[in-house]
């Protein structure tokens, strides 16, 4: 008998919430560790290496979750849909 594959189906707020991330600029490479808002996404991100403003990638619900090393709260809660 095997217990993989088994997914523990503990309700998603038992989990701590990562609220921060590492947000990499996809032109000029700056990282910057952002602290994300734990009830809003971030739609945008200017990067204070180059200027550029992010957008979430098509499909994406935030920058944090197209750049960033930790998806939004929102997503990792489980609420946010995408
Ligand atoms: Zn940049």
Same mark, same amino acid.
């Given at each position: $008998?095997?217990?993989?594959? $088994? &997914? &523990?189906? =503990? /309700? @998603? ?7 921060? /991330? *590492? +947000?990499? !600029?996809? *032109?000029?490479?700056?990282? &910057?560790?952002? %602290? $994300?808002?734990?009830? =809003? #996404? =971030?739609?945008?991100? %200017? !990067? =204070?290496? !180059? ?5 979430? +990638? @098509? ?6 979750? /197209?750049?960033?090393? *930790?998806? #939004?709260? @929102?997503?990792?809660?489980? #609420? !946010? /849909? &995408?």
């Amino acid at each position: $008998m095997s217990t993989r594959g $088994m &997914a &523990a189906e =503990a /309700s @998603p707020a038992a989990r701590s919430i990562e609220r921060f /991330s *590492v +947000l990499t !600029c996809p *032109v000029c490479g700056h990282r &910057a560790r952002e %602290e $994300m808002p734990v009830d =809003a #996404c =971030a739609f945008f991100h %200017e !990067c =204070a290496g !180059c200027g550029e403003r992010l957008r979430p +990638l @098509p499909g994406h619900c935030c920058v944090f979750c /197209s750049y960033g090393t *930790v998806p #939004c709260p @929102p997503k990792q809660t489980g #609420c !946010c /849909s &995408a």
